[in-house]
């Protein structure tokens, strides 16, 4: 069975004026199609504005479809009753780690979620120290998360969404805000949870160098899934990719300038070691 | 500067008043807040500062810290003192123009000036060893049995929770705004009240923007987190009371009949002043 399940999925944006008649309509989404297996890694890529964020908030059954269905492990997120269930087996991320973290202390955080599921009170504690060892941030478990880098506090989130034991969890675009070393600290913790508890990730993001190790990359602009593929299928198209307002890793673009001026590299290089082997291989 | 105000935060150190039940402490604060105001002499201060001293020693606070929870009511303080010292009729003790200061100005400015210091340190203190989660909790198990004259006791409790840990934020915010409308500009410290008062809404009209879409984004985490009220809902830390805690009642009651003691008897005393 699938995780997730998208189906022809529009979502309108209706602004009404203060009588309620319609200003204006904004197709945020628009006919997208998308299957992600269990245990799959998929990133969502797009510039600003093309519709990937609204997509992430109905895998969450925050936002419900215009049009089409969205399924998550086979329930409707448009019945009403499903909402809770879809909520906590596919938990959510968001992009600013100070608005999602809602309380003092960083156990009690994490705690957060397990309380509203009724989770009695020793699972809860055993729930919060098994989620903050995953991501690394036990010792840190009665902090505030005021004094935490957004690293951490992203980590943090993360761990309170594990805490409610979800089958998959969304990102959306978690590292927006954060320095680059935080940056690689949540995706790399968010690879670790991928293999180890098998949790299928939904990664919404703009910085390709994130989408790398990603199974599927779906590339968005406006509304519509326009690519989609493996990292490396994806990231031998660089000029389309530069169409849709997105940038190419350094070696990548690096690598695919070489190749056009006729060097004899392989399409697609996605790292540095990957590059100097292939310079190798020409100088023989 | 705006960081300095202490009010309300949390105190992060492992003392025996850190591990009472928060009950106990709401408890605690209220019948010190009641204590304070019973007596007019300043034996009953002896007693007062007596117990203050003990718990926040019992606290492991540092002192400068909780004193400086002082400074964001400096200006209500010179105000009461202010009003009470030049404005209570009695005997003169000096006069300098129409300013008359009195015995019992005097008396009165210092006693409420002492009142608002204690009151701000008790609670204050309540706040260093008490983790909003757990302030919320014990207001929510104490004032449970309003639910049931539909008093929504669980929203109130989560949001009183909520905005004690957006103090910070929203005080770093606004230092963070004050400084770029200062880049550019804006000036906060200089001319009339009015003029100052004005200043403020450039300051003002972005931090509530933030503030807003501070919310909207914390009510769609905390759903998305299945956060749906206080229905089914259970606790990572419920309220139990301990051994200690009855030790705490029955230490707070000692010196809550202390203190009616002396404010009983204290006239009977000779007076200090």
């Not at chain 1, 809602?102 to 989770?119: K, M, Q, R, S, Y």
């Not at chain 1, 849709?244 to 056009?260: F, G, I, M, N, S």
Request: neutral net charge; contains cysteine; proline residues 4%.
């Amino acid at each position: 069975m699938d995780m997730v399940k998208i189906k022809d999925l529009a979502f309108e944006y209706i602004r009404r004026d203060e009588e309620g008649n319609v200003e204006s309509i904004n197709r945020a989404i628009d006919g997208v199609n998308l299957d992600v297996k269990k245990g799959d890694f998929i990133a969502v890529l797009g510039a600003n504005g093309s519709g990937k964020s609204t997509l992430a908030k109905h895998i969450n059954a925050i936002l419900y479809p215009t049009e089409g269905t969205v399924w998550v492990s086979g329930l409707k997120t448009s019945d009403e009753e499903n909402i809770w269930e879809i909520r906590e087996s596919a938990g959510m991320v968001f992009q600013n780690p100070d608005n999602q973290i809602i309380a003092t202390v960083v156990e009690e955080d994490v705690g957060f979620g397990p309380e509203n599921l009724g989770v009695p009170t020793e699972e809860i504690w055993q729930r919060v120290e098994d989620s903050l060892r995953a991501v690394d941030m036990l010792e840190y478990r009665s902090h505030s998360p005021n004094k935490l880098s957004g690293g951490q506090k992203q980590r943090i989130a993360i761990a309170g969404i594990m805490a409610m034991k979800p089958q998959c969890i969304v990102l959306d675009e978690p590292t927006a805000m954060l320095d680059p070393d935080g940056r690689k600290d949540v995706i790399s913790t968010v690879h670790k949870l991928n293999q180890q508890d098998n949790i299928t990730v939904i990664l919404i993001t703009h910085h390709m160098d994130e989408v790398i190790d990603a199974d599927k990359v779906f590339v968005m602009e406006k509304g519509q899934v326009v690519m989609e593929g493996t990292p490396r299928e994806i990231f031998s198209k660089v000029d389309e990719l530069k169409r849709y307002r997105l940038d190419v890793p350094q070696v990548t673009e690096l690598a695919y300038e070489l190749r056009k001026k006729g060097l004899d590299i392989p399409e697609g290089i996605l790292s540095v070691e990957e590059l100097v082997q292939a310079l190798d291989k020409i100088r023989g | 500067m705006i960081r300095d105000i202490t009010i309300g935060q949390y105190y992060p150190v492992d003392s025996i008043l850190h591990h009472l039940d928060p009950r106990v402490k709401l408890n605690g604060t209220l019948l010190f807040i009641i204590s304070i105001f019973l007596f007019d002499t300043f034996y009953g201060y002896i007693a007062v500062t007596l117990f203050l001293l003990s718990i926040i020693k019992m606290s492991k606070v540092p002192f400068k810290f909780i004193v400086k929870g002082l400074k964001a009511i400096i200006i209500i303080l010179l105000f009461t003192v202010f009003f009470n010292l030049f404005l209570t009729r009695g005997d003169i003790l000096v006069q300098v123009g129409f300013l008359k200061i009195s015995k019992q100005g005097l008396h009165s400015a210092l006693f409420m000036g002492l009142r608002l210091i204690f009151l701000i340190l008790g609670s204050s203190l309540m706040t260093f060893t008490t983790t909003p989660n757990q302030l919320t909790d014990g207001l929510e198990k104490l004032l449970w049995p309003l639910s049931y004259i539909k008093v929504p006791v669980h929203e109130i409790a989560m949001m009183m929770s909520i905005a004690l840990r957006f103090i910070p934020i929203l005080l770093e915010e606004t230092d963070k705004i004050m400084k770029a409308q200062m880049a550019r500009g804006a000036d906060f410290e200089s001319g009339g009240i009015i003029k100052r008062a004005k200043g403020l809404i450039p300051l003002l009209v972005p931090l509530f923007v933030s503030a807003f879409r501070r919310a909207n984004d914390l009510a769609m985490a905390m759903e998305a987190r299945c956060y749906r009220g206080g229905k089914g809902r259970t606790k990572m830390k419920p309220l139990h009371y301990k051994g200690r805690d009855g030790l705490a009642y029955v230490f707070l009651l000692v010196y809550f009949a202390l203190v009616i003691v002396i404010s009983i008897f204290e006239n009977r005393l000779p007076t200090l002043l």
